[in-house]
């Protein structure tokens, strides 16, 4: 049994997705015919924002150097050029003005060519404004008229029990519908992206849902479906999301940057436990402290401290350590977070400025052909890592390059292959020759630890 992607093969006609729903709705459907329950009103509202995506990616036979070979492909009586992949997908229109459309980063990743189809079967081709691999969210956009937008709801206000609504394009069947509840909130450890803070829901997702919509019961988007958990890719009621809140935050700074661009805290955590919270005095269980506060970073600056309490960030509650990071880490470089903090028994506000990750020089790096586009060199003495973590630093990385859709950046520390801890370049290289299937580099970026899985 495994954690897979809700991306699916496309093999014949494209159709459109759609449905949506606001958090906290009664459990109640609204009547439509003769006063009995039904969702048809809400559907019939926000069908139209629901899309189908194509993606037309080169096959995967085109960076195999045996193919390059002329004498290999005359052996094999193989083609001069590998046939395209084609595959399928979801989105959600979020603004019809702008022609914005919402959707998994593996949706698209590596696409020469994406085609959008609405619900009226128009179509149209796609320009990626950029994708973020840590939180599996991309952003496109289409030239279009008289397109419907989807309302956005809180995910936040969520909670265990409610009611939602699935809407994808399952196995390129068309447009589908499933229902279900909120099965679970913030899981994570799954490592299926970097920032993990899911919605677990048991309405049916399956292989083509990914990029679909995530809706309560009023008809607002809550998540963005992305993955399942099951024997063979199907469904078996466990199912995930990420939360709108999230995406939205994401959508803002790919919209601006074409990227998002995460800085520098400076404070390591860990979960606030009940013998914790005892040692502590306090009565609470939930929020993140605070371990260690790197010298002369924002959050010394700021006068954060060891054994500080965080509860709350930007007004919203913080349930511990990783929701922490996952909060820190969408916010743009240079503008501040608000903290809620639990100092000796009292609660204080702290304002920090997030910063800039220190920039790595002096080392020129190696290429590993695997991820080519970057290169990777040792901790040596002097670098901003050195001392904190081992493994191989990303001195370079050549925009939209293969390591550069993968989602390497500058300064990032690659500290474990498929959860094999490296020490070096030579160990580094060592382990992704061992590689046989998927690919998954743990790393370090400024305070927060993430997973990149490179297929």
Do not use: C, W
Request: proline residues 6%; without cysteine; positive net charge.
């Amino acid at each position: 049994m495994g954690i897979r992607r809700a991306s699916g093969a496309l093999i014949a006609g494209l159709i459109a997705i759609s449905s949506l729903a606001p958090a906290g709705a009664a459990a109640q459907a609204p009547p439509n015919r003769n006063g009995l329950p039904s969702l048809a009103p809400v559907l019939k509202e926000v069908t139209p924002a629901v899309v189908n995506i194509a993606v037309i990616s080169p096959s995967p036979l085109e960076s195999n150097p045996l193919y390059q070979d002329p004498f290999f492909r005359r052996f094999f009586n193989l083609p001069e050029k590998p046939r395209p992949q084609i595959s399928a997908g979801s989105g959600v229109i979020v603004d019809a003005d702008k022609g914005h459309v919402l959707t998994n980063h593996h949706v698209v990743k590596d696409a020469t060519q994406i085609i959008v189809t609405l619900k009226d079967r128009r179509q149209f081709e796609a320009k990626l404004i950029g994708s973020d691999p840590g939180t599996d969210i991309a952003v496109l956009k289409i030239e279009a008229k008289k397109l419907k937008a989807i309302r956005l709801g809180d995910s936040d206000s969520l909670e265990v029990g409610d009611h939602v609504l699935a809407i994808g394009n399952p196995f390129g069947l068309g447009q589908t519908v499933t229902s279900g509840i909120v099965s679970a909130l913030g899981r994570s450890g799954l490592d299926i992206e970097g920032y993990e803070d899911f919605i677990q829901t048991d309405a049916s997702i399956n292989p083509g849902n990914s990029g679909g919509a995530l809706v309560d019961h009023g008809g607002s988007l809550v998540g963005i479906n992305t993955a399942i958990i099951g024997p063979a890719g199907g469904n078996v009621g466990i199912g995930f999301a990420v939360p709108i809140n999230m995406a939205q935050a994401v959508m803002g700074q790919i919209i601006r940057f074409g990227e998002v661009r995460r800085g520098l805290l400076g404070v390591e955590t860990q979960d606030l436990t009940p013998d914790l919270a005892e040692s502590l005095g306090l009565s609470q269980t939930e929020g993140a402290v605070i371990v260690g506060v790197e010298p002369k970073s924002p959050a010394a600056k700021a006068g954060l401290k060891v054994r500080d309490v965080v509860v709350g960030a930007n007004g919203r509650r913080v349930r511990g350590s990783g929701d922490l990071r996952n909060k820190v880490g969408l916010v743009p470089i240079g503008e501040s977070v608000e903290f809620q903090v639990l100092r000796g028994g009292r609660t204080m506000t702290i304002r920090a400025v997030v910063g800039e990750p220190p920039a790595v020089s002096g080392a020129v790096g190696q290429r590993v052909p695997v991820l080519a586009g970057a290169t990777f060199a040792d901790i040596e003495p002097g670098m901003p890592a050195h001392g904190r973590v081992e493994g191989v630093v990303v001195t370079r990385v050549e925009r939209g390059s293969p390591a550069y859709r993968a989602g390497l950046r500058p300064g990032d520390v690659v500290y474990a292959v498929n959860r094999q801890k490296i020490r070096s370049v030579q160990d580094f290289t060592q382990a992704l020759s061992a590689v046989t299937g998927r690919l998954a580099l743990s790393l370090l970026r400024g305070d927060t630890r993430l997973t990149l899985l490179i297929t």
